[in-house]
């Protein structure tokens, strides 16, 4: 059955039924626009339109339609109705009949969706930020296990400088943070109701929005109904954040799936999140970071499409809108997914600090430190450069690490050079010299774990 036969004389073509419908995907939306309905038959009673008993009557046959569906929402599926809207009021009308008909007075399914879809998002951006939490957590205890690994830091892919494994853990607990911070400003957005701004010029029944939007657990209501039933700039905030999340889940990704190539030989991926070749049975293939990697994909691509949607959408409404659902619902699943992914994959790593260790010593990534050394001696920096960068070099020819270079040789460069050159330039010196905040010292690595900790209410 539609909700709009009246005007209507000859059936819908059964194609456009199904094309037009979005039931498949919005079924999703049942428990939230009960819950809306539900307030709504409160405004409606408060207004006169329904009496106490009428609404407790709705109230109640809502309550167990909810009751009916929570346990299999697929079962919504097997109906030819156009929408959750209609599913959900024609099933109210099977249950209590014609005062079934009275819960649209004032509301139209514009308002009614983007409420719906609003109240979908604070849910699933809460389960979202438990998620980040969660992950964030990880990573701050495998970065504390992890103190004393060093390795090599890249730049351009080439080694640059000394690391720590637990300092890679920590960059991504700063990526995660702002993901969250960013979740939790457009929660500000977001939580406006729509409720009550009818098709498009807002409701002809005194309703008190505000009351109305607080009983939902929103903050305040919108003040412009044109505006609300055409806004989905939530809708876009969401998936930008989402896009930004999953860019730091690839690159996460891509650093671990090299790191376990044998090539880098850093970690070693758990048999739990690896597949085998079907041919090679040498093989352990890294398809979890492979796949989180990838599924970026679908998670911009779903950005791009609704930012082309509402491109150059006149006002107010318009079913284009309907295309805002199936991308959105795909990517929060898919970023949700893929923060636990990221989890169990960085769980249930081994770290092999030997290699770490021994790919650190390779590289000259302690040739910036003979460059500050001569500076603390008096020389300016660009010179201190070029006559490490000679040295560098000479050790290249010699087949030498800086550290196996004799004091003779340094010497030649520059006679400030003296014996204390070499405890200058050890790994351990490397890192520890980088004390500022922000840097790769052990202690300021300890205290942002501390910090972290805090934070995360994890002491
Ligand atoms: N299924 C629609 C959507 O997802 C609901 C709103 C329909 N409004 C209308 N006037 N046809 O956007």
Known sequence: MTLWGGRFTTESNKFFKEFNSSLSFDYVLAKEDIFASIAWSKSLKENGILNQKEQNIIENALTSLLEDIQKNLKSILVSGSEDIHSW??????????????????????????TTDLKLWCKNQLSILLNSITKLQKIFVSIAESNHDVIMPGYTHLQRAQPITFSYWCLAYVEMLRRDSSRLKDIFKRLNISPLGSGAVSGTAWKIDRKKLALSMGFDSATRNSLDSVSDRDYVIELLSAASIGMIHLSRFSEDLIFFNSREADFIELSDSITSGSSLMPQKKNP????????????????????????????????????????????????????????????????????????????????????????????????????????????????????????????????????????????LESCLEKRSSQGGVAPSQV?????????RLNIL
């Not at 959900?88 to 969706?113: A, C, F, M, V, Y």
């Not at 991308?327 to 970023?335: C, P």
Request: hydrophobic share 40%; glycine share 6%; aromatic share 6%.
């Open 88 to 113: 959900i009021e024609t099933n109210l009308i099977q249950k209590i009949g014609i005062l079934g008909k009275k819960l649209h007075t004032g509301r139209s399914r514009n308002d009614q969706i």
């Open 287 to 426: 398809d979890a970071l492979e796949l989180i990697r990838a599924k970026c994909g679908r998670v911009h691509g779903s950005l791009v499409s609704i930012l082309i949607v509402l491109k150059a959408l006149p006002l107010s409404y318009n079913k284009d809108m309907q295309e805002d659902k199936e991308g959105l619902f795909d990517s929060l699943k898919t970023w949700n997914d893929c923060l636990s992914m990221a989890g169990l994959v960085i769980n249930n790593l081994t770290v092999n600090r030997v290699s770490c260790r021994k790919a650190a010593e390779k590289g000259y990534l302690n040739a910036t430190e003979i460059a500050d050394y001569l500076v603390q001696k008096g020389m300016p920096f660009r010179e201190a450069h070029n006559i490490s960068g000679q040295i560098v070099l000479r050790a290249i020819q010699e087949k030498k690490s800086l550290n196996d270079l004799e004091l003779m040789i340094f010497q030649k460069y520059s006679q400030l050079i003296k014996k204390d050159i070499y405890k200058n330039i050890t």
């Open 446 to 454: 300890y205290l942002e774990i501390m910090k972290a900790k805090k």
